[in-house]
Every structure is written in C-alpha cells, then in structure tokens.
C-alpha cells in the first residue's frame, strides 16, 4: 500500500532463559502491506499480553505452536479496518483477533479470524472479559469449579486479570469469594471495589494461617493461577468434595531446574476432591455463549472489567514482564 503508514512489528530475537529479558525482542520497521481482493487493512488499538507467551517463546508448551526466533510475536489485539475491500467488514470496523505484535495486519477475515465488537463495548474492556481472559475465568470457574451459593471459593492470582474475573464469578453464583494476592493495594481493591469477603497478601508473611483464618470451614472451589507453595496451603485446606481448577501456575514459568510437584495431593484423597486442569481452547465453541453472560453480567454493573495499560507499542515486552513482577491489576496491555 503505498501510503504513508508505518508500520512496526515485535519479532522475537532469543528464547528466554529464566526471566523474560528486553534483549528477547527485536522492533523492526517494515512496509505497511497491501490488500488485495477481498481483504482488510486493521489497525492495532489495543494489544494484550499474557504469561502463556513465555511458554511459546520458549518452545515448552505443546499445546499450541511456539514462537519461532524471527516471527513477530503471537498476540490478542483490538483494532479498527482502516482499508477494506471486503463488504463484511467496512472501513471504521472494530474487531478483536490475533493480531500479533505490529501496528498493522491484512487479512481476509479468514486467516486471521476477525470478530466485530459489540456496540458500546470499550475497547479495553472487549480485551479483558470478551478475549481469552474473560473465556478463560468463565469456563474455569463455572463448568469446572461450579461454585454453589454458600460454598467457599478460593482464588490465587485474585487481582490479575483472569484471578479478578473469575472470582466475581464466583460471587455473583452467591459463593463466599477469598483472593490472594501480593500488596496491600491489590488486596483492598478485592475486598472493596469486587465484593471479596476476605483477600490474603501472600506477600505479608502468614498466608497459610489467614487462608486457614479465611477459609474455616474448608475450601470449595480452589482457582489457581500460580502453583507452587500456594496450591499446596490451598491442598492442605480442602472440603469435602472440593474442585481444584488447575488453571496457570505463574510461579514456575520462571523456573530452569527440577519444579517440585504438589506435597499434598492427597487430601484429594482424603477429602474425595477433584483437581482438573484445562486450555481455554477446549471451549472454543462455546465462546459465544460465555461472551454473551460476560456481557450481561459487565451491562448490570455486576462484573466490573479493570485494566492496567501501557502506552506506546514499544512498550509491549515491558507490559509482558511486569505480569511477573506483578506490576499490573486486572488486565494488562498496550495501548498501541
Ligand atoms: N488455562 C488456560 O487456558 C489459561 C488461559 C489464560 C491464562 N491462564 C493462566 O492464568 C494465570 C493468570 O493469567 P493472566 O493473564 O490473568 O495474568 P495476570 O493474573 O493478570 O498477571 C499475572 C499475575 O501473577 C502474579 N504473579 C506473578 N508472579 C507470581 C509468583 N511467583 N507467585 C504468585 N503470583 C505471581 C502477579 O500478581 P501478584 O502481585 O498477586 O503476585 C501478576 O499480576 C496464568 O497462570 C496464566 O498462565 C491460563
């Protein structure tokens, strides 16, 4: 397209080892592509970012293709058609897909999947609870999880952005909801603005007597993001009959050596619980259904979406590495 649209892309230049570094990255300028017939242009708006990226950076997960060294980084984004000849998608349309890191992609609504945001609906907002988060809190927490009224429901990573979807979640099922999370900050906005009973900051010291403090009577649901130490004190605090949600466990993606495994997995046992683990994936012919409850849910001002946003595309590998300092609350991405 012979216009003046510069366009950039974030390719990846090294596979991490340990913590992701800016020295993975590469930002290359390269020409803004044609349409031909029956194709878009989309302008990124938004690009999300998400700690499954390390595993396809460093080629360890086998459920999907990894990353390889010069491809442009593999992402969620929302964007604007900014060039169309194609009627399905006229210019000025907004859409979420598999962007990728770079300000401007061609497709034929195809090869990159396009699908237009509803009306009315931020775009940060489509990014969090109608993008693979909001998909990921829905199926985890209720066809896995099923938290029943009464029922305590506990959940690590609470102030993240699949954490915080999923407990309201339970919540709004009438659960009594706990979170972990690291801070103070992060900690009051759970119990305050989300409608928590009780938030433990793993960060502060004591978290196995609060969550035994929090959780008398035993833990229903256990929604885990993060692994490690934490989904053992939730193992060692289950009910009877309790569901463990395997959802991430951000604490190892780090980690180079032996990862040790749970210590105690048998109160499965003892307790006659069930500990499941998914990929989003699996439920991708229900997305429908679980965007059109997000939705309702988020239109009462039952399900509040938050967001932690970075300005500049540039900023992209920082947004990426500060979900492992913990840097964001909710949702973290750029704003392109
Ligand atoms: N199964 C699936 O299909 C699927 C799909 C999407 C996401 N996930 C998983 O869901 C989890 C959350 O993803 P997200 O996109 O919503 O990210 P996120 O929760 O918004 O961000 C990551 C959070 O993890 C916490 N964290 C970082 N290092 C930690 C550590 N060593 N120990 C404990 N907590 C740590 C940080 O919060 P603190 O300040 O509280 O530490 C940080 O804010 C991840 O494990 C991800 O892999 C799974």
Redesign the pocket.
């Known amino acids: 397209m012979s216009d003046d649209r510069l366009n950039q892309q974030i390719r990846l230049a090294a596979r991490p080892e340990g913590a992701i570094r800016p020295g993975d990255f590469q930002l290359v300028d390269v020409p803004t592509p044609d349409i031909g017939d029956g194709e878009v242009l989309v302008e990124s708006r938004y690009l999300a970012v998400?700690?499954?990226m390390k595993g396809w950076m460093e080629a360890r997960v086998d459920y999907t293709a990894p990353i390889n060294i010069g491809d442009v980084m593999r992402g969620w984004g929302t964007g604007v058609v900014v060039a169309s000849n194609n009627p399905k998608y006229p210019v000025g349309t907004t859409v979420s897909a598999m962007l990728g890191w770079q300000r401007y992609v061609a497709s034929n609504g195809r090869d990159v999947p396009l699908s237009p945001i509803p009306e009315g609906v931020p775009h940060p907002v489509a990014m969090n609870l109608l993008g693979?988060?909001g998909m990921?809190a829905w199926f985890g927490m209720l066809d896995i999880g099923q938290p029943q009224a009464g029922e305590t429901v506990l959940v690590s990573?609470a102030?993240?952005?699949?954490?915080s979807v999923a407990g309201q979640l339970a919540r709004i099922r009438g659960a009594r909801v706990v979170g972990i999370?690291?801070?103070r900050e992060?900690c009051d906005w759970l119990t305050g603005e989300l409608g928590f009973d009780g938030a433990v900051d793993?960060k502060a010291g004591d978290t196995v007597a609060r969550v035994r403090e929090l959780c008398p009577d035993g833990i229903d649901v256990y929604y885990d993001?993060?692994g490690?130490e934490?989904l053992d004190i939730a193992l060692a605090n289950l009910a009877q009959g309790a569901r463990v949600v395997l959802?991430?466990?951000?604490?190892r993606y780090n980690a180079t050596g032996h990862i040790p495994g749970p210590v105690n997995y048998f109160n499965l046992i003892y307790r006659s619980a069930r500990m499941e683990g998914?990929?989003?994936g699996r439920y991708a012919q229900r997305f429908g259904e679980a965007a059109q409850g997000l939705a309702e849910y988020y239109k009462r001002g039952e399900l509040r979406s938050r967001e932690t946003i970075l300005k500049g595309f540039d900023q992209l590998p920082q947004a990426l590495m500060n979900?492992?300092t913990?840097d964001?609350i909710g949702?973290?991405m750029v704003e392109v």
């Open positions: 998400e700690p499954a693979i988060t990921t990573g102030a993240g952005a699949t954490g999370a690291g801070g992060k793993y993001n993060v490690g934490i959802c991430g466990g951000i604490s998914f990929i989003v979900l492992f913990g964001n949702k973290q």
